[in-house]
């Protein structure tokens, strides 16, 4: 019988449950933040510094699905500067990033500027202060997931991420769910 949570992965953490590596030894693992069955993997993967809904399973075929099949992610990007229309319809129609040393252009996504800053927990490492110039928040909505994708996307069009929160997998929400909190799911709503 599989299993299957959403997780609030806070700030901080890596999206794994062990390492070996000798650098990582003082690092966050998601393990800390539950009782999970040994054979528990992410699906996906969020950076240290991003925060947000990652979906945690027993259920390798399930993980291969979602991370292979286009199903949308949503991000919230708090970025530095008031973002224009232009530089969201550039996010739309795909810009150009490096991946691995290759330029690639991303495939159109679902994008907008938040008419109101969301609210979400207190993040463990502060983010500047207002006295540095303004800050916007931004949705992007991709169907694919290249590494650090929503940051390179945004630094491409000139607004810097801030703070990055995945706030949403197919159908499954992030709500009102605290930092580090923990959902056992009867299955993944994608």
Not at 90 to 114: D, H, M, R, W
Not at 130 to 151: A, D, M, N, Y
Not at 162 to 172: A, K, T
Request: net charge positive.
């Amino acid at each position: 019988m599989h299993r299957y949570f959403k997780i609030y992965k806070p700030y901080g953490y890596l999206s794994q449950f062990i390492t070996n590596e000798i650098p990582r030894k003082k690092k966050k693992l998601l393990g800390e933040l539950g009782d999970f069955p040994e054979e528990t993997m992410a699906v996906g993967r969020l950076d240290q510094d991003s925060e947000g809904l990652l979906f945690l399973t027993t259920d390798g075929k399930e993980s291969a699905r979602i991370t292979g099949s286009g199903v949308e992610k949503e991000y919230y990007a708090q970025v530095d500067g008031d973002i224009t229309e232009e530089a969201v319809a550039l996010l739309k129609n795909g810009v150009e990033i490096s991946i691995n040393g290759s330029k690639y252009q991303t495939l159109p996504c679902k994008a907008f500027k938040l008419k109101n800053r969301p609210v979400f927990p207190e993040r463990a490492k502060k983010i500047r202060d207002e006295r540095h110039g303004p800050t916007s928040w931004v949705s992007i909505t991709l169907t694919e997931g290249k590494f650090r994708q929503v940051k390179k996307m945004t630094a491409a069009v000139g607004f810097p991420t801030l703070r990055l929160v995945r706030v949403r997998i197919g159908n499954e929400k992030l709500n009102d769910m605290d930092s580090g909190e923990v959902i056992e799911l009867q299955k993944f709503d994608s």
